[in-house]
């Protein structure tokens, strides 16, 4: 008896207690939890989830080399270990790198900077001379280069073909001519903390390796985002303590891409068009989008633009060539005068095959190098020369400088090795969705690669920056921009940059909402400068970084970047009470204010329905505004100052 009263009493109190939880969430808007069904089991999640590649998965005998010949076991690395279905992990990798040092001379493993959890950020140098800093590797007249893995750490083939590759320079010795005429350095993972981030479902468009890290840092920042506005520590080390010392004359970033299905296994981008220094953009374009091209062709690969199709997937639509703004790792070496180049596997291909390409494109870019050494350290040289006598120049109109560009309508053919494709109309998307097949399709495709200026502006003398924005001055030796302080005070005429219109993006993007400055004034005004403000001159090799970081119409500016913000906030009001009796006087004194007044009215319906905004109308052209809002702080110099406010 007890024992059925006691069940029938936990079952009702069972039933009270989920009503009393019902009319709970009901009232309480947001709490409501719906039932989660329970998970599916590991076989169940690989059936449901999984991604079928029209490419086979890799089929390569572990302890195979796809890429070297006659490699004792001791030397594999993990992916050839694996049949390259595995990459190593950070520890796994710094083991390499240091057995790779106790195997040979010429090579130093070095650190510069720890990660934002605290992990060293490797560092290998190749060096024949054994110049294992950067003044006796600056001092051997050699090209410097820098090869980038890992900034991106799920597309991580550059960092495996990287130490197969460093092992048949320094170890086997199949490779070691590589080293005659250039010094490597090679980052093996650059983003380290977003590597150790590893799974299987990090990369769902990539063929393997089985499991690989993330795409942005642990703060979720793209690093490949990062160089103009420089704020995840892997970044602010690189530029301070590897590019601006080391001065490599070309970054290589090694990376896999997304998109549509094709024969082509390697593709590459290259910045071209007046954004460019005119020499480096020469040797870019004989050197590389030839020269090393078809090298790269020649080992059996079927190298290709950057296929960033006008129309999605569709490459009919044809390929968009641009330049890529100084935000990415292509757009900000020749800002310093000083080559870049990108490569994408294609993710869809097996993981070895994507090793192999890049493998080898590495091996033409050394090739090229030791072919013709000079060229690329002539080619940096004019271009520091062209960015330094722009900053003399006494003509103002030779002082035009691109900012940013598009692409024009006018377009070349490229012979386009594409994959069969049926377009289907979703049922999930509801859109046209391709299904590529593996038939091959050989077409020509309007390649569109010409540019034209959007953003130009007249460089002045040089900035005066005052002293309280410190955020800019850490940014600029950051940067490498040398910056000289005023000891005395200054006085003169300069140009300040009234933001008339900027507005921002009403997405976050890198944790910021950037603007997109469309117009601007220059105004003249006399201004005083104190002691402890900066100067910024142009005429020195990161004159252009300086112009890009400063402008106010820079597109990766601080400006564009919300580091000025500030600037647009009104700080002081008038109440409507006290405006309303100043603006009738004031539109009795100037006729043209009031007529422009009743025009906006008439033109704005939501300026006229806003009571704050018209009163404001007034305030703004009043005595009483504050005449800084809006204002760029960084002057705009139109004469060097004298040296003797520099005086100590």
């Not at 960015?387 to 006494?394: D, K, L, N, Q």
């Not at 309007?446 to 924005?469: C, D, H």
């Amino acid at each position: 008896m007890s024992r059925t009263l006691s069940l029938s009493w936990s079952r009702a109190a069972s039933h009270t207690g989920v009503s009393i939880a019902l009319l709970a969430a009901l009232a309480l808007p947001g709490r409501f939890v719906h039932a989660q069904p329970a998970p599916p089991t590991a076989a169940a999640t690989a059936s449901i989830y999984k991604v079928e590649f029209a490419a086979p998965p890799d089929s390569v005998k572990p302890g195979t080399s796809v890429t070297s010949t006659g490699v004792a076991p001791y030397w594999l690395t993990k992916a050839e270990r694996s049949g390259y279905r595995q990459t190593p992990s950070y520890d796994e990798t710094i083991r390499f790198c240091r057995q790779l040092t106790a195997g040979s001379q010429n090579v130093r493993y070095l650190t510069y900077g720890v990660s934002g959890q605290g992990r060293e950020l490797p560092l290998l140098v190749l060096s024949r001379d054994r110049a294992f800093t950067p003044a006796a590797a600056i001092a051997t007249g050699k090209p410097i280069v820098l090869i980038q893995n890992g900034i991106h750490s799920g597309e991580i083939e550059g960092k495996d073909a990287c130490l197969a590759l460093a092992r048949d320079i320094l170890v086997t010795r199949t490779r070691e001519r590589l080293l005659d005429s250039v010094i490597v350095l090679i980052l093996p993972i650059f983003s380290v903390d977003a590597h150790e981030r590893t799974g299987p479902w990090n990369r769902i468009n990539q063929n393997g390796p089985e499991s690989m890290g993330w795409r942005a840092s642990p703060i979720g920042l793209n690093m490949n985002r990062d160089y103009m506005k420089v704020e995840t520590p892997e970044m602010q080390a690189l530029l301070s303590r590897v590019f601006t010392q080391w001065w490599p004359h070309l970054l290589v970033d090694n990376h896999t891409t997304n998109g549509a299905d094709y024969q082509h296994d390697l593709t590459y981008s290259v910045n071209h068009g007046p954004v460019v220094p005119r020499p480096i953009e020469r040797w870019m374009t004989h050197a590389v989008s030839e020269r090393i091209i078809e090298r790269t062709r020649a080992m059996g690969h079927l190298p290709a633009p950057y296929l960033s199709f006008k129309d999605g997937s569709d490459p009919r639509s044809g390929i968009v060539d641009s330049p890529s703004a100084p935000r990415f790792s292509t757009g900000y070496p020749p800002l310093h005068g000083r080559a870049a180049i990108l490569t994408e596997t294609h993710m869809l291909k097996p993981y070895a095959n994507r090793v192999k390409a890049t493998y080898d494109f590495m091996v033409a870019i050394l090739e090229e190098l030791n072919a013709r050494p000079r060229e690329l350290a002539r080619a940096v040289a004019e271009s520091e020369a062209e960015i330094v006598t722009r900053g003399r120049e006494a003509v103002t109109s030779r002082r035009d400088v691109v900012l940013a560009t598009t692409s024009t309508d006018s377009a070349e053919s490229f012979p386009y090795r594409g994959v069969e494709t049926r377009w289907e109309t979703s049922p999930i998307t509801g859109a046209s969705v391709p299904h590529f097949g593996t038939a091959p399709w050989d077409t020509l495709v309007p390649l569109y690669q010409l540019q034209r200026p959007t953003v130009v502006v007249r460089q002045p003398a040089g900035y005066v920056v005052p002293q309280e924005w410190r955020a800019v001055r850490e940014k600029l030796e950051l940067h490498g921009v040398r910056v000289r302080r005023l000891t005395r005070a200054w006085t003169d005429s300069v140009e300040i940059a009234h933001i008339l219109e900027a507005p921002s993006n009403p997405a976050t993007f890198e944790g910021h909402r950037p603007l997109e400055v469309k117009r601007v004034q220059l105004e003249r005004v006399r201004r005083s400068f104190r002691a402890g403000d900066l100067w910024v001159a142009l005429d020195q090799p990161q004159g252009l970084v300086a112009m890009h970081l400063l402008e106010a119409q820079a597109p990766d500016g601080l400006l564009a970047w919300n580091y000025f913000d500030t600037i647009f906030q009104r700080k002081e009001y008038a109440e409507d009470y006290v405006m309303e009796p100043i603006a009738k006087r004031m539109m009795e004194a100037d006729p043209a204010l009031a007529d422009s007044f009743r025009v906006r009215l008439i033109r704005d319906p939501a300026f006229a329905k806003d009571a704050g905004a018209r009163t404001d109308f007034f305030y703004r052209r009043s005595p009483w505004a504050d005449p800084e809002q809006d204002r760029h702080p960084i002057a705009r110099a139109l004469r060097r100052p004298p040296e003797s406010v520099f005086a100590p």
